[in-house]
Protein backbone atom coordinates (compact mmCIF):
# COMPACT_ATOMS: atom_id res chain seq x y z
CA UNK A 1 0.00 0.00 0.00
CA UNK A 2 1.01 3.43 -0.40
CA UNK A 3 0.95 5.64 2.53
CA UNK A 4 0.31 9.28 1.72
CA UNK A 5 1.77 12.15 3.49
CA UNK A 6 0.28 15.00 4.86
CA UNK A 7 3.12 17.68 5.95
CA UNK A 8 1.55 20.32 8.16
CA UNK A 9 3.59 23.18 8.41
CA UNK A 10 3.70 25.28 11.85
CA UNK A 11 1.69 28.51 10.81
CA UNK A 12 0.57 27.48 7.30
CA UNK A 13 -2.90 26.91 5.81
CA UNK A 14 -3.78 23.11 4.97
CA UNK A 15 -6.24 21.40 3.60
CA UNK A 16 -7.59 18.13 5.74
CA UNK A 17 -10.29 17.25 3.42
CA UNK A 18 -8.20 14.01 1.64
CA UNK A 19 -8.10 12.89 5.38
CA UNK A 20 -11.28 13.06 6.14
CA UNK A 21 -12.75 11.51 3.24
CA UNK A 22 -10.26 8.51 3.68
CA UNK A 23 -11.69 8.24 7.62
CA UNK A 24 -15.03 8.32 6.43
CA UNK A 25 -14.48 5.60 3.30
CA UNK A 26 -12.94 3.09 6.08
CA UNK A 27 -9.03 4.39 5.60
CA UNK A 28 -6.86 4.30 8.58
CA UNK A 29 -4.91 8.02 9.14
CA UNK A 30 -2.47 8.33 11.73
CA UNK A 31 -3.09 12.22 12.80
CA UNK A 32 -1.02 14.16 15.85
CA UNK A 33 -2.78 13.83 19.19
CA UNK A 34 -1.61 16.44 22.26
CA UNK A 35 -0.33 13.11 24.03
CA UNK A 36 0.70 11.04 20.99
CA UNK A 37 0.02 10.31 17.54
CA UNK A 38 -2.84 7.65 16.63
CA UNK A 39 -3.72 5.87 14.17
CA UNK A 40 -7.49 6.35 13.38
CA UNK A 41 -10.27 4.81 11.85
CA UNK A 42 -14.33 5.38 11.61
CA UNK A 43 -15.25 3.75 15.56
CA UNK A 44 -18.36 3.19 14.12
CA UNK A 45 -17.36 0.75 11.04
CA UNK A 46 -15.99 -2.81 12.18
CA UNK A 47 -14.51 -3.82 9.13
CA UNK A 48 -12.31 0.07 9.69
CA UNK A 49 -11.22 -1.23 13.27
CA UNK A 50 -10.42 -4.77 12.37
CA UNK A 51 -7.76 -3.23 10.09
CA UNK A 52 -6.57 -0.77 13.08
CA UNK A 53 -5.64 -4.48 15.24
CA UNK A 54 -3.58 -5.77 11.51
CA UNK A 55 -1.07 -2.46 11.29
CA UNK A 56 -0.50 -2.55 14.83
CA UNK A 57 -0.16 -6.06 15.03
CA UNK A 58 -2.56 -5.90 18.50
CA UNK A 59 -4.40 -8.44 20.07
CA UNK A 60 -8.36 -8.27 19.02
CA UNK A 61 -9.31 -8.10 22.55
CA UNK A 62 -7.14 -4.91 23.54
CA UNK A 63 -10.10 -2.53 22.87
CA UNK A 64 -9.72 1.53 20.93
CA UNK A 65 -10.13 5.03 22.43
CA UNK A 66 -13.10 6.59 20.37
CA UNK A 67 -12.01 10.15 19.58
CA UNK A 68 -14.76 13.19 19.15
CA UNK A 69 -14.78 16.93 18.37
CA UNK A 70 -18.07 17.81 20.16
CA UNK A 71 -20.31 16.83 22.71
CA UNK A 72 -23.21 16.19 20.59
CA UNK A 73 -21.43 13.06 19.27
CA UNK A 74 -20.65 11.61 23.22
CA UNK A 75 -24.57 11.25 23.04
CA UNK A 76 -24.11 8.46 20.25
CA UNK A 77 -21.30 6.74 22.29
CA UNK A 78 -22.51 6.49 25.57
CA UNK A 79 -25.35 6.41 28.28
CA UNK A 80 -25.82 6.49 32.01
CA UNK A 81 -23.07 9.26 32.88
CA UNK A 82 -22.84 10.06 36.21
CA UNK A 83 -22.65 13.41 37.60
CA UNK A 84 -18.83 12.21 38.54
CA UNK A 85 -17.97 11.48 35.26
CA UNK A 86 -19.85 14.72 33.42
CA UNK A 87 -17.99 16.83 35.61
CA UNK A 88 -14.35 15.67 35.16
CA UNK A 89 -15.09 16.16 31.61
CA UNK A 90 -16.30 19.19 31.35
CA UNK A 91 -13.02 20.53 33.45
CA UNK A 92 -10.65 18.60 31.26
CA UNK A 93 -11.97 18.36 28.22
CA UNK A 94 -10.66 18.58 25.70
CA UNK A 95 -7.23 17.44 26.71
CA UNK A 96 -5.03 14.55 27.62
CA UNK A 97 -8.05 12.23 29.69
CA UNK A 98 -9.98 9.29 28.92
CA UNK A 99 -12.90 7.85 30.09
CA UNK A 100 -14.69 4.69 30.27
CA UNK A 101 -18.55 4.96 30.50
CA UNK A 102 -20.94 2.42 29.36
CA UNK A 103 -21.47 1.91 25.53
CA UNK A 104 -24.45 2.28 23.63
CA UNK A 105 -25.56 -0.88 21.57
CA UNK A 106 -24.64 1.01 18.31
CA UNK A 107 -20.72 1.09 19.14
CA UNK A 108 -19.46 -2.45 17.35
CA UNK A 109 -17.54 -4.93 19.76
CA UNK A 110 -15.08 -4.82 17.52
CA UNK A 111 -14.44 -1.75 18.78
CA UNK A 112 -14.69 -2.31 22.66
CA UNK A 113 -12.83 -5.58 22.57
CA UNK A 114 -15.70 -7.09 23.47
CA UNK A 115 -16.75 -4.52 26.37
CA UNK A 116 -19.92 -3.35 27.38
CA UNK A 117 -17.94 -0.52 28.38
CA UNK A 118 -16.42 2.34 26.04
CA UNK A 119 -12.89 4.44 25.77
CA UNK A 120 -14.01 8.20 24.99
CA UNK A 121 -11.44 11.09 24.50
CA UNK A 122 -11.75 15.12 23.43
CA UNK A 123 -8.26 15.36 21.92
CA UNK A 124 -7.11 19.04 22.22
CA UNK A 125 -4.54 19.06 19.55
CA UNK A 126 -5.45 21.39 16.72
CA UNK A 127 -4.77 19.11 13.63
CA UNK A 128 -6.83 16.19 15.60
CA UNK A 129 -9.78 18.59 16.24
CA UNK A 130 -9.99 19.66 12.86
CA UNK A 131 -10.10 16.11 11.40
CA UNK A 132 -12.42 15.44 13.65
CA UNK A 133 -14.84 17.87 13.22
CA UNK A 134 -14.72 17.92 9.71
CA UNK A 135 -15.03 14.15 8.72
CA UNK A 136 -17.56 14.24 12.00
CA UNK A 137 -16.45 10.34 12.21
CA UNK A 138 -16.18 8.93 15.93
CA UNK A 139 -12.59 8.27 15.21
CA UNK A 140 -10.74 4.70 16.80
CA UNK A 141 -7.30 5.53 17.70
CA UNK A 142 -4.73 3.62 19.32
CA UNK A 143 -1.43 5.22 19.80
CA UNK A 144 0.07 4.93 16.15
CA UNK A 145 3.21 2.72 16.87
CA UNK A 146 3.38 -1.37 16.12
CA UNK A 147 2.34 -3.30 19.49
CA UNK A 148 5.20 -3.53 21.68
CA UNK A 149 6.92 -0.12 21.07
CA UNK A 150 6.89 2.97 22.17
CA UNK A 151 4.41 5.36 21.23
CA UNK A 152 5.40 7.23 18.63
CA UNK A 153 5.72 10.96 19.65
CA UNK A 154 6.74 12.42 16.19
CA UNK A 155 5.38 11.43 12.19
CA UNK A 156 9.10 10.34 11.80
CA UNK A 157 8.13 7.64 14.23
CA UNK A 158 4.81 6.81 12.96
CA UNK A 159 6.42 6.68 9.48
CA UNK A 160 9.01 3.96 10.71
CA UNK A 161 6.07 1.84 12.18
CA UNK A 162 3.53 2.82 9.57
CA UNK A 163 4.54 3.41 6.11
CA UNK A 164 2.75 0.73 3.69
CA UNK A 165 0.93 -0.20 5.83
CA UNK A 166 -2.04 2.15 5.86
CA UNK A 167 -3.50 5.01 4.08
CA UNK A 168 -2.13 8.11 5.27
CA UNK A 169 -0.05 10.08 7.76
CA UNK A 170 -0.65 13.62 8.78
CA UNK A 171 2.94 14.64 9.74
CA UNK A 172 1.93 17.65 12.25
CA UNK A 173 5.60 17.88 14.11
CA UNK A 174 7.09 16.46 17.66
CA UNK A 175 3.42 16.04 19.89
CA UNK A 176 3.46 18.78 22.96
CA UNK A 177 3.05 16.31 26.14
CA UNK A 178 4.39 13.01 24.98
CA UNK A 179 2.45 10.05 27.22
CA UNK A 180 -1.02 8.48 26.65
CA UNK A 181 -4.03 10.31 28.28
CA UNK A 182 -4.94 9.80 31.85
CA UNK A 183 -7.85 7.05 31.84
CA UNK A 184 -10.62 7.05 34.54
CA UNK A 185 -12.97 4.42 34.52
CA UNK A 186 -16.41 5.74 35.96
CA UNK A 187 -18.05 2.81 35.19
CA UNK A 188 -17.41 0.90 38.69
CA UNK A 189 -18.10 1.53 42.24
CA UNK A 190 -15.90 4.11 42.16
CA UNK A 191 -14.00 6.06 39.98
CA UNK A 192 -10.95 5.10 39.49
CA UNK A 193 -7.66 5.34 37.30
CA UNK A 194 -6.45 2.56 34.72
CA UNK A 195 -3.97 5.07 33.24
CA UNK A 196 -1.80 7.64 35.18
CA UNK A 197 -0.89 10.62 32.77
CA UNK A 198 -0.57 14.86 32.75
CA UNK A 199 -4.28 14.24 34.56
CA UNK A 200 -3.41 13.41 37.74
CA UNK A 201 -4.56 12.02 40.85
CA UNK A 202 -3.85 14.97 42.42
CA UNK A 203 -6.16 17.16 39.84
CA UNK A 204 -8.69 14.80 40.01
CA UNK A 205 -9.23 14.43 43.41
CA UNK A 206 -9.98 18.10 43.62
CA UNK A 207 -12.75 17.31 41.24
CA UNK A 208 -14.04 13.87 42.61
CA UNK A 209 -12.31 12.94 46.40
CA UNK A 210 -13.24 9.02 46.07
CA UNK A 211 -11.11 8.37 43.16
CA UNK A 212 -8.48 5.55 43.40
CA UNK A 213 -5.42 4.05 41.70
CA UNK A 214 -6.53 0.48 39.99
CA UNK A 215 -5.21 -1.84 42.06
CA UNK A 216 -3.17 -3.01 39.38
CA UNK A 217 -0.94 0.50 39.56
CA UNK A 218 -0.01 -0.24 42.90
CA UNK A 219 0.88 -3.92 42.67
CA UNK A 220 4.11 -2.71 41.00
CA UNK A 221 4.15 -5.50 38.55
CA UNK A 222 2.68 -8.28 40.85
CA UNK A 223 -1.00 -8.55 38.62
CA UNK A 224 -1.00 -11.82 38.42
CA UNK A 225 -3.79 -12.33 41.35
CA UNK A 226 -4.99 -8.58 40.52
CA UNK A 227 -7.38 -8.67 37.49
CA UNK A 228 -6.53 -5.67 35.06
CA UNK A 229 -9.52 -3.33 34.24
CA UNK A 230 -7.68 -2.04 31.31
CA UNK A 231 -7.38 -5.07 29.24
CA UNK A 232 -4.34 -3.24 27.97
CA UNK A 233 -2.80 -3.52 31.05
CA UNK A 234 -2.64 -7.09 30.41
CA UNK A 235 -0.37 -7.44 27.73
CA UNK A 236 3.52 -7.84 27.82
CA UNK A 237 3.74 -3.59 27.35
CA UNK A 238 6.52 -2.02 25.38
CA UNK A 239 10.17 -3.59 26.76
CA UNK A 240 13.52 -2.31 25.24
CA UNK A 241 15.53 -4.51 23.49
CA UNK A 242 18.28 -3.97 26.29
CA UNK A 243 18.11 -4.63 29.93
CA UNK A 244 16.80 -1.32 31.58
CA UNK A 245 17.27 -0.80 35.37
CA UNK A 246 16.10 2.38 37.87
CA UNK A 247 18.27 3.62 40.15
CA UNK A 248 16.34 5.77 43.01
CA UNK A 249 17.43 7.86 45.38
CA UNK A 250 19.46 11.22 45.90
CA UNK A 251 21.15 12.48 42.83
CA UNK A 252 24.72 11.91 43.94
CA UNK A 253 24.27 8.76 45.59
CA UNK A 254 22.28 7.84 42.16
CA UNK A 255 24.94 8.99 39.54
CA UNK A 256 27.81 7.45 41.88
CA UNK A 257 25.53 4.41 41.75
CA UNK A 258 25.46 4.27 38.04
CA UNK A 259 28.24 4.75 37.43
CA UNK A 260 29.56 1.86 38.93
CA UNK A 261 27.19 -0.35 37.55
CA UNK A 262 28.52 1.15 34.08
CA UNK A 263 31.84 0.53 35.08
CA UNK A 264 30.85 -2.83 35.72
CA UNK A 265 29.12 -4.06 32.78
CA UNK A 266 31.70 -2.15 30.70
CA UNK A 267 34.43 -4.50 32.26
CA UNK A 268 32.56 -7.16 31.22
CA UNK A 269 32.79 -6.22 27.65
CA UNK A 270 28.96 -5.38 27.09
CA UNK A 271 27.88 -1.61 26.09
CA UNK A 272 26.17 0.37 28.27
CA UNK A 273 23.07 3.37 28.13
CA UNK A 274 22.37 6.03 30.75
CA UNK A 275 19.30 7.76 30.65
CA UNK A 276 20.26 10.61 33.25
CA UNK A 277 18.92 14.40 33.44
CA UNK A 278 20.28 17.41 32.52
CA UNK A 279 21.58 18.63 35.63
CA UNK A 280 23.57 15.04 36.37
CA UNK A 281 24.70 14.66 32.85
CA UNK A 282 28.17 16.03 33.41
CA UNK A 283 28.39 13.07 36.59
CA UNK A 284 28.25 10.47 34.28
CA UNK A 285 31.62 9.02 32.52
CA UNK A 286 30.81 5.57 30.91
CA UNK A 287 28.87 4.29 28.60
CA UNK A 288 26.08 6.32 25.52
CA UNK A 289 24.80 8.79 27.70
CA UNK A 290 21.29 10.72 26.63
CA UNK A 291 19.81 13.10 28.67
CA UNK A 292 16.27 13.02 29.19
CA UNK A 293 15.67 16.89 30.28
CA UNK A 294 16.00 19.20 33.36
CA UNK A 295 15.15 17.02 36.68
CA UNK A 296 13.21 20.57 37.51
CA UNK A 297 11.24 20.22 34.43
CA UNK A 298 9.07 16.78 34.68
CA UNK A 299 7.11 18.13 31.64
CA UNK A 300 10.34 17.86 29.24
CA UNK A 301 11.45 14.69 30.90
CA UNK A 302 7.51 13.14 29.85
CA UNK A 303 8.23 14.70 26.23
CA UNK A 304 11.71 12.88 25.81
CA UNK A 305 11.11 9.61 27.36
CA UNK A 306 9.84 7.47 24.35
CA UNK A 307 12.01 8.99 21.86
CA UNK A 308 15.21 8.35 23.90
CA UNK A 309 13.56 4.61 24.65
CA UNK A 310 13.73 4.26 20.31
CA UNK A 311 16.91 5.79 20.38
CA UNK A 312 18.01 3.05 22.55
CA UNK A 313 16.32 0.61 20.55
CA UNK A 314 18.18 2.07 17.38
CA UNK A 315 21.48 1.71 19.01
CA UNK A 316 23.72 -1.57 20.06
CA UNK A 317 23.36 -0.61 24.30
CA UNK A 318 22.54 -4.21 25.93
CA UNK A 319 22.46 -2.57 29.63
CA UNK A 320 20.30 0.48 30.53
CA UNK A 321 20.80 2.40 33.80
CA UNK A 322 18.00 5.04 34.16
CA UNK A 323 17.70 7.93 36.89
CA UNK A 324 13.76 7.59 38.42
CA UNK A 325 11.91 10.03 39.70
CA UNK A 326 9.26 10.72 42.36
CA UNK A 327 6.08 9.59 41.95
CA UNK A 328 3.64 12.27 42.60
CA UNK A 329 1.75 14.44 39.91
CA UNK A 330 2.96 13.89 36.79
CA UNK A 331 6.03 12.21 37.80
CA UNK A 332 3.24 9.17 38.87
CA UNK A 333 2.82 8.86 34.44
CA UNK A 334 6.34 8.70 33.76
CA UNK A 335 7.38 6.60 36.93
CA UNK A 336 4.41 3.99 35.45
CA UNK A 337 6.15 3.71 31.66
CA UNK A 338 9.66 3.52 33.09
CA UNK A 339 8.74 0.87 35.09
CA UNK A 340 7.01 -1.27 32.64
CA UNK A 341 9.63 -0.84 30.63
CA UNK A 342 11.93 -1.78 33.05
CA UNK A 343 10.02 -4.98 33.94
CA UNK A 344 9.94 -3.14 37.82
CA UNK A 345 14.05 -3.74 38.20
CA UNK A 346 14.44 -1.08 40.40
CA UNK A 347 17.65 0.11 43.02
CA UNK A 348 17.27 1.94 45.98
CA UNK A 349 20.43 3.88 46.52
O1 LIG B 1 -3.35 9.54 24.58
C1 LIG B 1 -3.97 8.54 24.20
O2 LIG B 1 -4.87 8.02 24.86
C2 LIG B 1 -3.61 7.95 22.83
C3 LIG B 1 -4.00 8.98 21.76
C4 LIG B 1 -3.83 8.47 20.36
O3 LIG B 1 -5.30 9.44 22.00
N1 LIG B 1 -4.24 6.69 22.62
C5 LIG B 1 -3.86 5.56 23.27
O4 LIG B 1 -4.56 4.42 22.89
O5 LIG B 1 -3.00 5.54 24.10
P1 LIG B 1 -4.06 2.94 23.23
O6 LIG B 1 -4.95 2.06 22.45
O7 LIG B 1 -2.61 2.82 23.01
O8 LIG B 1 -4.43 2.76 24.73
C6 LIG B 1 -5.78 2.61 25.14
C7 LIG B 1 -5.88 1.94 26.48
C8 LIG B 1 -5.57 0.45 26.44
O9 LIG B 1 -4.76 0.10 27.56
C9 LIG B 1 -6.96 -0.18 26.54
O10 LIG B 1 -6.91 -1.46 27.12
C10 LIG B 1 -7.70 0.82 27.40
O11 LIG B 1 -7.24 2.06 26.94
N2 LIG B 1 -9.17 0.76 27.17
C11 LIG B 1 -9.84 1.04 26.06
N3 LIG B 1 -11.16 0.79 26.20
C12 LIG B 1 -11.35 0.36 27.46
C13 LIG B 1 -12.47 -0.07 28.24
N4 LIG B 1 -13.70 -0.09 27.73
N5 LIG B 1 -12.24 -0.47 29.51
C14 LIG B 1 -11.01 -0.44 30.04
N6 LIG B 1 -9.89 -0.05 29.36
C15 LIG B 1 -10.05 0.34 28.09
MG1 LIG C 1 -0.69 2.20 22.94
Redesign the pocket.
Known amino acids: MNTLILKIEEGQEYDISKAAKLLKLGGLVAFP?E????LGADGFNKEASRKIYAAKGRPSD????L?IADWEQLDKIASNISKEADKVMRAFWPG?L?V?LNKKKEVPYET??G?D???V?M?SHPVARRLLSESQVCVA???ANTSGRP?PTTAKYVIEDMNGKIDMIIDGGSVGLGL??T?V?FTSDVPTV??PGFITLEMLRELIPNVVLDKALTAQGRVENIKA?????KYKHYAPKADLCLIKGESSQVIKKINELAKEKEEEGYRVGIIGTEENIPGYTFGLIKNIGKRGEVNSIAANLYRVLREFDDSDVQYIYSEAFEEEELGQAIMNRLKKAAGYQMIRV
Open positions: TTVYGNPLIHPTITGLTVARPAPSSESIDLRKAPGM
